[in-house]
């Protein structure tokens, strides 16, 4: 069973910089897609980026005016710089991971907290 566990979250200032990361283990099948969503309170859960295991990556939105997502495939990682951030980018980040079947696997999420 896939497991992916994030790291990176936490409070930053506004126009402050994270990186979140996120591993997966317990692979059966490879791994297509991984990305990141995020929730903020009150909110749906909306697409940030995601990179496929060829290296093509995908913003929604204009996140990459300040994401930039990347990938290890041999390591089963994908991280997400965040660089000026702005206190409506705070909300719970989640990594996903899916394969070329559109089994889909979720993190458990990690707090991004922006505030002064």
């Known amino acids: 069973q896939v497991q992916l566990v994030e790291s990176g979250g936490g409070l930053v200032q506004p126009g402050g910089s994270l990186r979140l990361s996120c591993a997966a283990s317990?692979?059966?099948?490879?791994?297509?897609?991984m990305g990141w969503y995020r929730q903020a309170p009150g909110k749906q859960r909306e697409l940030v980026a995601s990179?496929?295991?060829?290296?093509?990556?995908d913003y929604a939105g204009s996140f990459d005016d300040r994401f930039t997502i990347s990938r290890d495939n041999r390591k089963h990682t994908v991280s997400l710089q965040m660089d000026s951030l702005k206190s409506e980018d705070a909300a719970v980040y989640y990594c996903?991971?899916?394969?070329?079947?559109?089994?889909?696997?979720w993190g458990q999420g990690t707090q991004v907290t922006v505030s002064s």
């Open positions: 990179q496929t295991s060829g290296g093509t990556a």
């Open positions: 317990g692979l059966s099948s490879p791994i297509y897609i």
């Open positions: 996903y991971a899916t394969t070329r079947n559109a089994d889909y696997t």
